[in-house]
């Protein structure tokens, strides 16, 4: 028997810069699917009554909460951040990723990604102003909501 039959798939969420709309439809799909959704933050986080919620606080520092979602990450198993190392880690542990806007991490397109995030550190490290990311949206919240119902019906 293999790990990802031994355990059910399950959704780690790396909670420190996760849009509240985002865990709200989390929330509300871990009842409605029986899925276990895990936040995993440096700070507390409050959670709704559910014995598919929880949150698991680490300590402070650099990279500690993605760490510890790529230490726990099982094959299956998805990962919801905006962190493209972290989505890099965890798909190399065969788990899926996808950020809080829908859009899916692939092996196809992770090494692209990597290229553009770091290019745009060396921009802002050489005093270049990048601008942040869009202000999120309803289609960005409707975007993530059809992705997790797709993650959602695989795994039944």
Do not use: H
């Amino acid at each position: 028997m293999n790990d990802a039959a031994a355990a059910p798939a399950q959704i780690w969420v790396d909670a420190d810069a996760c849009p509240g709309p985002v865990k709200e439809i989390l929330f509300r799909a871990a009842e409605r699917a029986q899925v276990r959704v895990t936040l995993v933050a440096n700070q507390w986080l409050r959670t709704p009554p559910s014995r598919f919620v929880r949150a698991l606080q680490v300590q402070g520092g650099f990279d500690v909460a993605d760490d510890a979602i790529a230490e726990r990450a099982q094959p299956g198993d998805l990962v919801v951040t905006q962190d493209i190392p972290l989505a890099a880690r965890v798909l190399e542990r065969a788990a899926q990723a996808i950020d809080p806007r829908g859009e899916r991490y692939t092996p196809d397109n992770i090494a692209e990604r990597l290229s553009m995030r770091n290019f745009m550190d060396e921009l802002r490290g050489a005093g270049v102003q990048t601008g942040g990311p869009a202000q999120f949206n309803a289609r960005d919240r409707q975007a993530f909501a059809n992705q997790l119902d797709r993650w959602l019906a695989a795994r039944r």
